[in-house]
């Protein structure tokens, strides 16, 4: 008899359950809320607002939209988009998580009071990432993002620095940037650094650990666009080889179960329960013979 199981400890974070019920909530009182970007990085739960009228989408849309409702999801954004909703008269509902409002009010409150006027604010997250964007804002779009250890290049390490993270960066990438910018920086330099990952998303690492390497095979289940996503995955590869990144029950086919007997399923802080146990009821129809595919 084939074991599956859940992982308990996968699914939304508390930001972007606390979104999600602030977009339902707005959709029970109106037929139409817009929302500024993917709620969450998932598109199976995107689909399912979308059937109860929220409708995605960009910057540019909403520089010409007036008069409306607009969600601002759990990533937060940069100032120029609540200076864009204040002339267009746009009612802004701020989902903004409440551990990413707080970092960027400190990223501004450091731009605002730099002691010296010289001081580069780095900020150690993904290029282009919505959080990002809206971090880098708070420093009237100076501050300077590093990916990794190749970005580092950017930095003048004859100036102070300040170094945050992305909340959603994994800690130990965070402290080797931390290590290399201490080998780089010139000895009089002034470099504080700030560890603001979110422990929403680093203290899943271990559990996701311990989770697949319990089980014969995993999936696990994250939309292409999930940056903590791509870090769990990660980790659960590492302690699990016979882990498979899935995005829903359709990418399950019959072939992958062969000699499983304890079959995990977990995944991202954008990914819904509901999908994982979707995906638990398409593993069962498949071992039972019901479903081919
Ligand atoms: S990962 Fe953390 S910071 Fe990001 S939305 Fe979730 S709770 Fe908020």
Not at 36 to 48: A, F, M, Q
Not at 124 to 129: D, I, L, S
Not at 140 to 162: Q, Y
Request: proline content about 2%.
């Amino acid at each position: 008899m084939v074991k599956i199981e859940i992982d308990k400890s996968s699914g939304f974070c508390f930001g972007v359950v606390n979104a999600i019920k602030q977009a339902e909530a707005e959709l029970k009182a109106d037929e139409i809320l817009y929302c500024l970007g993917d709620i969450v990085h998932n598109s199976h739960e995107v689909k399912r607002l979308n059937s109860m009228g929220l409708q995605t989408i960009n910057h540019e849309e909403l520089s010409k939209l007036h008069d409306v409702k607009v969600l601002l999801r759990a990533h937060g954004e940069p100032p120029s988009t609540y200076e864009i909703a204040r002339k267009n008269n746009i009612r802004i509902i701020d989902a903004t998580c409440p551990v990413v409002l707080q970092l960027q009010r400190k990223i501004k409150k450091t731009f605002d009071n730099l002691e010296q006027k010289d001081t580069q604010i780095v900020i150690y997250g993904k290029n282009g990432h919505a959080e990002v964007n809206g971090l880098v804002g708070q420093t009237e779009n100076k501050a300077i993002v590093v990916e990794n250890v190749s970005d580092l290049d950017k930095i003048d390490f004859s100036r102070p620095i300040k170094l945050f993270s992305q909340t959603t960066k994994s800690l130990d990438g965070f402290s080797e940037i931390v290590e290399k910018i201490k080998s780089r920086a010139h000895e009089a330099v002034k470099f504080e650094y700030f560890d603001t990952v979110c422990r929403q998303v680093s203290s899943r690492i271990d559990k996701i650990r311990d989770f697949a390497s319990e089980y014969d095979l995993i999936f696990f289940v994250s939309g292409e666009k999930s940056s903590n996503g791509k870090i769990l995955y990660e980790e659960c590869h590492q302690a699990n080889p016979n882990s498979i990144r899935v995005s829903g029950p359709n990418d399950i086919e019959k072939s992958m179960l062969k000699n499983a007997q304890y079959i995990g399923i977990c995944g991202a802080t954008s990914t819904p329960k509901w999908l994982m146990e979707e995906i638990a009821e398409k593993i069962k129809l498949l071992l039972n013979g019901e479903n081919e595919k």
